[in-house]
T-cell receptor
Framework: GNSVTQMEGPVTLSEEAFLTINCTYT??????LFWYVQYPGEGLQLLLK?????DKGSNKGFEATYRKETTSFHLEKGSVQVSDSAVYFC?????????FGAGTTVTVRA | EAGVAQSPRYKIIEKRQSVAFWCNPI?????LYWYQQILGQGPKLLIQ????????DSQLPKDRFSAERLKGVDSTLKIQPAKLEDSAVYLC???????????FGPGTRLTVT
């Protein structure tokens, strides 16, 4: 079956630090990959996506590259802000379903 | 454009009681999803509707959970009777079709005591 494994949290960083959240997946075929973000008190929002191997998704300073050879889709941001504090979910779309990782809580301190 | 609306936002009930959640999707979205998000886990799909028909309910515990989508618009999810392990956030999402780009509501946090 399809599954997503992402780095456990929580992760606590200082402002302007570099953020990486690891994500690996198992899927049949060629899934599309996503990062969703959930800010406190809000619903999940699509942060970025990549639909084929070697695609790079980017948004709001975040980036992730679809690596088929390592079945990975790691999320990175070069300089985080307090407003980036949220829960981040890696997800894949395959067989017409979204499968989510467990989520990584990120707290950025001023 | 209004987003996905859900109510109530919070609910506390005792085990064996019943509870219902309501979702109003984005106008014009044909597909509606209910997810269960247990603390520390990612959302898990419970049921998917296309218009007012069920597309996938393979992970819905049908002995206690039921859902309907009235006239292909609003939807309700019911739990009867509730168990302690049903404590979770119930998320509703909608999309224009059976595609990955889903728009999520804020969720209903259920606590069963």
């Amino acid at each position: 079956g399809n599954s997503v494994t992402q780095m456990e949290g929580p992760v606590t960083l200082s402002e302007e630090a570099f953020l990486t959240i690891n994500c690996t997946y198992t899927a049949t075929g060629y899934p599309s990959l996503f990062w969703y973000v959930q800010y406190p008190g809000e619903g999940l929002q699509l942060l970025l996506k990549a639909t084929k191997a070697d695609d790079k998704g980017s948004n709001k300073g975040f980036e992730a590259t679809y690596r088929k050879e390592t079945t990975s889709f790691h999320l990175e941001k070069g300089s985080v802000q307090v407003s980036d504090s949220a829960v981040y979910f890696c997800a894949l779309w395959s067989d017409y379903k979204l499968s989510f990782g467990a989520g990584t809580t990120v707290t950025v301190r001023a | 454009e209004a987003g996905v609306a859900q109510s109530p936002r919070y609910k506390i009930i005792e085990k064996r009681q019943s509870v219902a959640f309501w979702c109003n999707p984005i106008s014009g979205h044909a597909t509606l999803y209910w997810y269960q998000q247990i603390l520390g886990q990612g959302p898990k799909l419970l049921i998917q509707f296309q218009n007012n028909g069920v597309v996938d309910d393979s992970q819905l515990p049908k002995d206690r959970f039921s859902a309907e989508r009235l006239k292909g618009v609003d939807s309700t999810l019911k739990i009867q009777p509730a168990k302690l392990e049903d404590s979770a956030v119930y998320l509703c999402a909608s999309s224009p079709g059976n595609i990955y780009e889903q728009y999520f509501g804020p969720g209903t946090r259920l606590t069963v005591t």
